[in-house]
């Protein structure tokens, strides 16, 4: 049987069934596996949650490590370590190229040369080498290593690509 309510939250139409002994026999059942079924999901969830909170604490345990003193000590000793490497390295690039070619290198911020195959070749500054193709210039597939200090590279590069032209290719562009 449908009832019409009204009330201060609006007007409701609603409607009741007699429930037989067998129907509230399933309705009990039926309350009975929702409750269980949401107390299962929140005890998965609260495992979770547990799970989630040690490894939270595993994590700051591992950070506040890697913040401790002597591992920024580390740290500041690696970074000293680097620039001493870099200002070596400097100095062995200036020292190989030559002045000219390493004020080139500083001025012009490319270090421009001619290979054994009688084709020109330019290393910028930041360890990206070209070969000019015509009247333009085309990048060579060559990875810097990171450990690598970036004047050994250039160093590096330009006596390889001076005596040993042909071992390069050409960086194929992919539109």
Same mark, same amino acid.
Request: hydrophobic share 35%.
């Given at each position: *049987? #449908?009832?019409? +309510? &009204? !009330?201060? !939250?609006?007007?409701?139409? +609603?409607e +009741? ?6 129907g &509230?026999?399933r @309705? ?7 409750? *269980? /079924?949401r107390?299962? #999901?929140?005890?998965d969830?609260q ?5 989630l909170e040690? =490894? ?5 345990e591992q ?6 003193p ?5 740290l500041?000793?690696?970074a000293? =370590? ?5 200002? #070596? /390295?400097q100095?062995?690039? @200036?020292e190989l190229?030559?002045? =000219?070619?390493?004020?080139?290198l500083? +001025? @012009?911020?490319?270090l421009?040369f ?9 290393? =910028?500054?930041?360890g990206?080498?070209?070969r @000019?193709?015509?009247?333009e210039w085309?990048?060579?597939?060559i ?11 250039i ?6 690509? #001076?005596? !040993?032209?042909? !071992?390069?290719?050409?960086r194929?562009?992919?539109?």
């Amino acid at each position: *049987m #449908k009832k019409i +309510t &009204i !009330n201060n !939250n609006g007007v409701f139409e +609603t409607e +009741t069934w007699q429930l037989t002994p067998y129907g &509230i026999q399933r @309705r009990r059942a039926t309350l009975q596996t929702k409750i *269980m /079924s949401r107390k299962r #999901k929140i005890q998965d969830k609260q495992l979770e949650i547990n799970r989630l909170e040690k =490894e939270i604490i595993a994590l700051e345990e591992q950070l506040k490590t890697l913040n401790s003193p002597i591992v920024e000590a580390i740290l500041q000793k690696h970074a000293q =370590e680097q620039k001493e490497i870099e200002a #070596k /390295s400097q100095e062995i690039l @200036r020292e190989l190229v030559g002045e =000219e070619l390493y004020q080139q290198l500083q +001025t @012009r911020k490319s270090l421009i040369f001619t290979a054994k195959d009688n084709l020109t070749y330019k290393i =910028e500054q930041n360890g990206k080498i070209y070969r @000019r193709v015509g009247k333009e210039w085309e990048q060579l597939c060559i990875v810097r290593p990171q450990e690598l200090p970036l004047p050994d590279f250039i160093t590096s590069l330009f006596f390889c690509v #001076k005596e !040993n032209p042909t !071992n390069y290719k050409l960086r194929y562009r992919r539109w």
